[in-house]
């Protein structure tokens, strides 16, 4: 009998193929096929399907599209092709609902329609006279949607990506704050309409987490003119410089202005303004800035969506290169190139402001990465100033401000923010450390005796104290007998660190914890380590008193 069932859907399958059809599809209808289903809200009467959404959860259902005709309406506009409930588990009814024309409401809205405390709404590229129902109904038959909606803490965003059969792509976006972050239910509806669902490409998946530092607004429905709402990362371009930076585009979809966007400000004028989608103005840029792209798509602002952008801006004199490499989340690589040149006085110079900001969306600036080692500990130094508060993987991050007793003197900054260059000594579990990137940092950190190096440096023979895990007193800074090459976003300790007599130490112990000092059995040897006194000498016959042994502080009865 299972052979037998194989060979029917293998003949039906060859079937399908001959003739063009799809068979065994994974399909579901709702709605008539007729389209003379009217009953809309009622249920049991197979003229909707029920989705559910958790929190931070997001669903993409792709289906294809049938209107009745006017002939099948008897003249009636009022034709809804398919509708959104989004409800809670409570059973409140109409919390969001949306239809593919401009249309939407819920029953404390006034006159149950859109309003701009109520929620953000566009719909892009519509044909003139579509919200009136009647002449978009005609466009949409055989239209592919995909219907997103995510549920992200207290948001709820619905997306419809409608591509007709003839090609047009028109795009409706709805983004309310809703609720408490609980699990929501909805409903896809027809009146008049019915659809085909492809269940196969149905997909449940994670809701887009920012995992660096948030440029623009969660709901993407803040200009970068907003001075109230939009929000920016400014960061100094210093003269014969350049600043590179990594970061994913999310937009709300098709309007030309709706991707990341950079402005660069001297003297208080706007050198230049470029958006991502190859376009740019400003006061100084004397109308001679260029572009050039390579392999420039001509669908730009959907490849936008999602796209990971390394951006990297360059100094020299008085002309700027801006080159932006974009990786979309499928398809090839595109790269965006412009120069320009400013002949403002003094610019060559002087520092310029550069402000990296997102129109009608936001931009996950991607998060650094720093590699600990089983032995817990790591030094760093990144050319960005750091979010360490939210830093995740971390336990502690640190200044080293001097070392008393051949113990290092220790501040922590964990709760806050380093100025680019810093010098760290970062605590953490083996793995990977990320720590999201801001435009700056007002903590003071002058304090700090750790040099950071964000390039490969050669330090000279006892030039100063590298860690190490591998030491004869286990993990510390230890002295460069001989020249050594500090490896790049890291850093050292100069060789006079500690001052007067200190200098001459060739170790520092990293544990300054007291629970970490512990008693040694009376004048038992220690199998694995050499002693040193609290003066960082080495002691061949300890006695009764306090030493370092294998980085740690040892009292010998």
Known sequence: MKLKNLLMKALFVAFGLCVGQSVW???????????????????????????????????????????????Q?????????????????????????????????????????????????????????????????????????????????????????????GGEKYRQYVAKEYGNGTTIWFDLIVQHAHITIDNEKTVTTAAHQVTGTLIGNYNRCTTFTDAVNALRQNFIIAPNSSLSLRFKNYSAGLDTWQSWMFEMLYNEKYCNMVAGNNNQWGALRNGNGTFTNTNWPTDILTQMEGATVDLTITRNGENVVVNAVHTPISGD??????????????????????????????????????????????????????????????????????????????????????????????????????????GASATDVSASKLIGKTAAYNLAAEGGYVLMATGINGLGFY???????????????????????????????????????????????????????????????????????????????
């Not at 200044?399 to 953490?428: D, F, M, R, W």
Request: hydrophobic content about 40%.
């Open 73 to 165: 309406l008897g003249g009636a506009t009022w034709n809804p092709w398919f509708a959104w409930a989004v409800n809670f588990w409570d059973g409140t009814l109409n919390a969001i609902t949306v239809e593919p024309r401009d249309y939407g409401w819920e029953a404390d809205t006034d006159k149950n329609r859109w309003t701009a405390d109520w929620a953000k709404y566009w719909a892009q590229n519509y044909p003139s006279g579509w919200d009136t129902g009647t002449a978009f109904r005609d466009i949409i038959q055989g239209a592919t949607v995909v219907t997103t909606v995510e549920r992200r803490e207290t948001y709820v965003f619905i997306t419809y990506d409608i591509t007709t059969t």
């Open 25 to 71: 599809a994974d399909t579901s209808v709702v709605g008539a096929v007729d389209n003379s289903d009217s009953k809309y809200y009622e249920d049991g009467e197979g003229h909707s399907k029920r989705y559910s959404v958790a929190n931070n959860q997001k669903i993409s259902i792709e289906f294809t599209v049938s209107t009745a005709t006017d002939e």
């Open 333 to 438: 690589p595109f790269t965006l190139n412009y120069s320009f040149n400013s002949a403002e006085a003094n610019f060559a110079t002087s520092d310029v402001e550069f402000h990296l900001v997102s129109d009608y969306g936001y931009l996950d600036l991607l998060p650094v990465s720093k590699a600990v080692t089983a032995a817990g500990w790591a030094t760093y130094c990144s050319p960005y100033a750091l979010d360490l508060e939210h830093a995740t993987g971390l336990t502690d991050a640190y200044i080293v401000t001097g070392g008393e007793n051949g113990v290092l003197t220790k501040t922590s900054v964990k709760g806050g923010t380093v100025p680019a260059n810093t010098g760290l000594l970062l605590k953490a579990d083996e793995g990977a450390v990320s720590i999201p990137i801001v």
């Open 479 to 557: 002295k460069n007998a001989n020249a050594f090459t500090v490896g790049a976003n890291t850093a050292y300790l100069p060789a006079n660190f500690a001052g007067g007599s200190s200098s001459a130490r060739e170790f520092f112990s990293l544990d300054d914890d007291a629970t970490a000092i512990s008693e040694a059995k009376s004048q038992q040897p220690m199998a694995n380590g050499l002693f040193f006194d609290l003066q960082g000498r080495k002691v061949a016959q300890p006695q009764k008193g306090l030493y370092i042994v294998n980085g740690k502080k040892v009292v010998m009865k």
